[in-house]
């Protein structure tokens, strides 16, 4: 069953004069429990994607449907509450909190919401991270890598549906890339979790049950 879905999907920057059509009329549809890897060379609109399937900004035109839901027709704090309730997102930038230790910055969004905290999965997500040792450091004493397991942590424990990632393994090396996509990939299977992940990373795509490819704002058709 669909659990993503775009129709004619557009995005145009800027103005008239110096315009970007950064996607133009994409249609795709993920399934619940998919994991699907999104490439394409830089400039070719894979973050805009992401973004407009995670309602973080809005289509030109089209739009994006999750669980059947038109992110279109909700007004912005029905938006809001959606997106906590259903999507978690790993951006390049791993935005943790500088005066919150690991563990602080890892269970703030469940705090925020009122959510009561499962320690034993919190404690089951640091160790497959391996970061269960970091947990009362303060960020900026973790390496960049050690950061992003902390980021993927915070969005993993509040157990959303769907899975946003945007570069995820891009301060990793290799070996590690392959572990925390592989448990990326196993708690999705585990929990039903459908992950999206943008990435320039081989390895990582080979580990996706499929490919999107954008080439200049269109899905790529038969280079899967
Ligand atoms: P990718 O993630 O594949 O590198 P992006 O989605 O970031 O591609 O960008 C697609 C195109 O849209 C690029 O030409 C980029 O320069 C342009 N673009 C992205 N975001 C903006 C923005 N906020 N304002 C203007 N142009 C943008
Ligand atoms: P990525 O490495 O994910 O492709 P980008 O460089 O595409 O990162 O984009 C980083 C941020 O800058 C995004 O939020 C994107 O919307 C914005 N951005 C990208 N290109 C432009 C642009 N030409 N003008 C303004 N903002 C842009």
Redesign the pocket.
């Known amino acids: 069953m669909s659990i993503i879905q775009t129709v004619d999907l557009t995005k145009t920057?800027g103005e008239k004069t110096n315009q970007?059509d950064a996607l133009k009329q994409v249609n795709l549809s993920i399934d619940e429990g998919e994991f699907v890897a999104i490439v394409g060379s830089?400039?070719s609109g894979?973050?805009?994607l992401l973004?407009l399937i995670g309602g973080l900004?809005f289509p030109t035109s089209g739009d994006v449907l999750i669980r059947g839901q038109h992110l279109s027709q909700m007004k912005q704090t029905e938006l809001t509450i959606f997106r906590r309730r259903n999507l978690g997102f790993v951006f390049?930038s791993y935005n943790l909190m500088p005066i919150l230790s690991v563990y602080e910055n890892i269970v703030l969004p469940l705090k925020l919401d009122g959510v009561t905290i499962d320690e034993e999965f919190v404690m089951e997500v640091v160790e497959k991270l391996k970061i269960s040792d970091k947990l009362a450091q303060m960020p900026n004493q973790l390496s960049g890598g050690q950061q992003q397991r902390v980021a993927i942590a915070r969005a993993l424990v509040a157990r959303p549906t769907i899975i946003l990632a945007?570069?995820p393994t891009g301060n990793l090396d290799s070996q590690n890339t392959i572990e925390v996509v592989g448990f990326l990939k196993t708690l999705a299977f585990d929990f039903h979790q459908t992950i999206a992940v943008?990435t320039h990373d081989e390895k990582v795509a080979q580990l996706a049950d499929r490919i999107i490819k954008i080439e200049d704002g269109q899905i790529a058709i038969g280079k899967e």
Do not use: C, F
Request: proline share 0%; charged share 30%.
């Open positions: 920057y970007v830089s400039g894979k973050s805009t973004h900004d390049q945007d570069e943008v």
